[in-house]
C-alpha cells in the first residue's frame, strides 16, 4: 500500500425531501446565487420549482443559466463565466448530473482566473494545471453517474475542435451536495443504464492497479460493483423503487469520491480513450465505456493476469475450476459484456454506428500534449488504434 492522504470536504445531503434544505445551505455563501442546468427535464419533472422556491424563502438573487449539454461545452462555460463576474455571483448551484456539475466547476475556477490565463489552453489542454481558487459551488445531484457530485475533476469538451479533456484539483470539490433518490425516478431508461456503467467503470479504473497489497480498498471495489451488477437492471426494472435508486446513487458517489482509491494508482486508459469517442461523436459517456473498457481488458490482461483473474473470481463469480487463467478472464469479459448488453447499451464501435474510419484522428487527438496514457500499462498510439480496431 502506497502512503497516502484522503480529504473531501463535500457535505453530503441524503434523503427525500432534501431539495428544500439547498436555499439555507446556499445562503451561508452569500445572496446571489447562479442557478446551473441543463435541458428542460428539471422544469417538467418539479424538480426546477422545487430548487427555485427554496432558493427564493432564503432571500437569495437568482441568476439562471441552463443549456449544458451532455459532454459539456466550451463555450458555455465562457458564457458563464463572463455572466457571473457581470452579476457578481457569490456561489453556483448545479441541478443536474456530472455534465451539469463539471461546467458549473469549471465556470466557478474559471472567474478568478486573471486576464492573461486561458481556462482551456492554461488548464484543461495542461495536465500540470493547480487550480487555487474558485466561487463556492453547491449541487442538486439527478442523475447518478459521474460521481462528480463530491469529485475533484471537471471534463469539458471544445466542440469546435473536438477535444475533450480532464482538470482534477481538490479546490473543484463542491461545497455541499444534496442527494435525493426521488429525483431519478423520471430518468429514461437509457440515461439510467448509462449512468450505472458509468460508476462500474469508475470502480474498474480504481481496481485495475499494479499495487499488489491493498486488499480493503480491494474488496471495498469488489463489493461496489457487485452492487451495481445487483442495482441497475432493478432500477430499470423498478424504476419508482426508493431503494434501488438509493443503492445505486450511494454507490456512484462512493466510487468517485476519493476513498477507494487510497494507497494505490488506477488506471483511467479507458475513460482517456473513451474521451476521443464522446468528444467526437458526442454519444454518452456511459456507452462509450462500454465500448472502450471490455477492448481495453482483451488487451492488456495477459500482462497482469492475477489481478484479472481476482476480478473474474471476486466480481464475477467465474469458477477457478476452469481451464487456465486466460479462460477464467475471458468468461469474465464475456460476462461483463453480456451485463452492458442486458442494460441495453452497446459494446462495439458498431453497435453505436462508429466505425473504422475516424480511429486514425481519435489516436491522434488522444495523444495530443500526452507521451502515454495508462498506468496498469502505459499506451500509446499504436496501442490505441489496436484497442480501438478490437472494439469494432
Not at 432571500?59 to 463555450?75: C, F, H, K, S
Not at 486561458?118 to 445531484?141: F, H, K, Q
Request: hydrophobic letters at 40%.
Amino acid at each position: 500500500m502506497k502512503n497516502f492522504t484522503f480529504y473531501n470536504p463535500t457535505r453530503i445531503v441524503f434523503g427525500q425531501g432534501t431539495i428544500a434544505q439547498v436555499g439555507a445551505m446556499a445562503r451561508s455563501y452569500g445572496s446571489k446565487v447562479l442557478l446551473h442546468y441543463g435541458g428542460g427535464s428539471i422544469k417538467r419533472n418539479g424538480i426546477y420549482d422545487q430548487v427555485s422556491r427554496s432558493l427564493q424563502q432564503s432571500g437569495m438573487t437568482v441568476i439562471e443559466l441552463g443549456g449544458v449539454a451532455p459532454n459539456p461545452r466550451l463555450a458555455l462555460v465562457r458564457e458563464g463565466i463572463e455572466l457571473c463576474r457581470k452579476e457578481a455571483v457569490d456561489i453556483i448551484i448545479a441541478v443536474g448530473g456530472g455534465s451539469v456539475i463539471d461546467s458549473a466547476k469549471a465556470i466557478g475556477f474559471g472567474v478568478k482566473l486573471t486576464e492573461d490565463e486561458d481556462i482551456w489552453d492554461d488548464y484543461y489542454m495542461n495536465t500540470a494545471c493547480s487550480v487555487r481558487e474558485t466561487l463556492p459551488v453547491g449541487v442538486v445531484l439527478t442523475i447518478p453517474a459521474a460521481g462528480s457530485e463530491s469529485s475533484i475533476s471537471s471534463v469539458l469538451t471544445d466542440w469546435k475542435n473536438h477535444i475533450k479533456r480532464a482538470v482534477n484539483c481538490e479546490a473543484l470539490m463542491p461545497q455541499f451536495a444534496i442527494m435525493d433518490p426521488e429525483t431519478n425516478y423520471s430518468l429514461p431508461a437509457y440515461q439510467s443504464a448509462c449512468g450505472a456503467a458509468d460508476i462500474l467503470a469508475h470502480l474498474m479504473e480504481r481496481y485495475f492497479t499494479r499495487e499488489q497489497y491493498n486488499d480493503l480498498s480491494d474488496r471495498f471495489l469488489e463489493q461496489a460493483m457487485r452492487n451495481v451488477i445487483t442495482y441497475a437492471p432493478l432500477v430499470l426494472k423498478h424504476p419508482n423503487e426508493y431503494r434501488y435508486r438509493a443503492e445505486l446513487m450511494w454507490t456512484g458517489t462512493l466510487a468517485h469520491n476519493g476513498l477507494l482509491d487510497r494507497g494505490r494508482v488506477g488506471d483511467w486508459a479507458s475513460h482517456a480513450i473513451e474521451h476521443e469517442l464522446s468528444g467526437q461523436f458526442d454519444i454518452a459517456h456511459g456507452a462509450g465505456l462500454t465500448i472502450v473498457f471490455p477492448a481495453w481488458m482483451k488487451y492488456v490482461y495477459h500482462e497482469h493476469i492475477d489481478r484479472f483473474v481476482q476480478f473474474a473470481c471476486r466480481v464475477w463469480d467465474v469458477s477457478l475450476t476452469l481451464d487456465n487463467k486466460e479462460t477464467i478472464i475471458e468468461v469474465a469479459i464475456d460476462r461483463l459484456e453480456a451485463f452492458f448488453r442486458s442494460l441495453g447499451l452497446p459494446v462495439r464501435l458498431s453497435d453505436a454506428g462508429i466505425g473504422n474510419e475516424r480511429i486514425p484522428q481519435m489516436v491522434e487527438t488522444a495523444m495530443i500534449g500526452r507521451d502515454s496514457i495508462g498506468n496498469l500499462k502505459q499506451l500509446v498510439g499504436t496501442d490505441i488504434e489496436k484497442i480501438l480496431k478490437l472494439a469494432l
